[in-house]
């Protein structure tokens, strides 16, 4: 990750302490969403919400959308989390370059499409460096524990491709305030296995079989285990990175199903 990149939004100190609700609608399955804005150190992030309309409060979960951002897949998937009693919270990590969407996306990505994306998509993770990882991260996590909908205590944290390395971080950083750490066909050991120590919540990685091989599976393992973490951590069958995404070639049904069958028992055990 680079560190050099200037900050682009004025200085926490001239953030108004409020959050703004700029659009509210409600699904005929009673799940209500809405695009929020989130206070930071450098400026205000937008984010997705979803949870079920009335009653409460529930469970936070902070889902880190994948490099591609917030679209209607992140949507989707935080919806069909939120409709299993949780208020769910997706932030664009890259609003620094802008509210959502940052760059623009084909309704499908495919192999075609994907070289010019990733152009436009690396410098910006480039640019988010752990500094700025965890003051968001710290942001984020306030907002949630703001919440009138938002139960009191930890909160769960969960994350897709890059966005599964800043759930890793989120729950290096912050442990006692994340209950649960899931992440999906991300690079989980990006800053290397040390730092994973710090969490105390139970894990689980859903690794892609494109992503991991399984020698590299067992050392991970084996390094989770020697830190004494409650974790599992597996390879999923004939998968790509990116397998939960819907609108993207690499995506597996199977896959996304099995996602949904190990994070869904996470979170119930965590709360």
């Known amino acids: 990750m680079t560190t050099g990149t200037p900050r682009c939004n004025e200085n ?6 409020t959050t703004e609700t700029t659009e509210t609608t409600e699904t005929a399955d009673t799940i209500e969403t809405g695009t929020l ?28 959308p ?11 998937m935080a919806q069909e989390l939120a409709g299993h009693g949780y208020y769910v919270l997706v ?3 890259f609003y620094r370059h802008g509210p959502t969407p940052v760059i623009d996306l084909p309704d499908h990505i495919g192999a075609a499409e994907r070289p010019q994306i990733m152009g436009q ?35 769960g944290v969960t994350g897709y491709c890059f966005g599964g390395l800043l759930a890793v971080r989120t729950a290096v950083a912050y442990p006692q305030r994340v209950a649960a750490l899931a992440a999906f066909h991300a690079p989980v050991a990006a800053d290397g296995t040390a730092p994973l120590a710090a ?30 973490l409650d974790h599992t951590s597996e390879i999923y069958p004939d998968t790509e990175h990116g397998f939960t995404m819907s609108d993207t070639d690499a995506f597996s049904e199977p896959g ?12 119930e055990r965590a709360f």
């Open 66 to 76: 994948d490099g591609l951002g917030i679209r209607p897949v992140l949507r989707e």
């Open 121 to 155: 998509v690396m410098p910006l993770i480039e640019a988010l460096d752990a500094e700025r990882v965890r003051a968001d991260a710290e942001a984020y996590l306030r907002f949630l524990a703001d919440r009138p909908q938002v139960s009191a205590g930890p909160v």
């Open 37 to 64: 804005s989130v206070p930071t150190p450098d400026g205000t992030a937008d984010a997705f919400a979803a949870f079920p309309a009335g009653g409460g409060p529930y469970p936070g979960i902070l889902m880190y």
């Open 256 to 267: 996304l199903k099995q996602h949904w069958d190990r994070l869904l028992p996470l979170l």
């Open 91 to 93: 932030p664009n990590v």
């Open 199 to 228: 969490i105390t919540a139970p894990i689980h990685f859903g690794h892609a079989a494109s992503d991991l091989t399984p020698a590299a599976l067992t050392d991970l393992n084996a390094a989770l285990t020697e830190a004494n």
């Open 12 to 17: 926490a100190d001239n953030i108004a302490d």
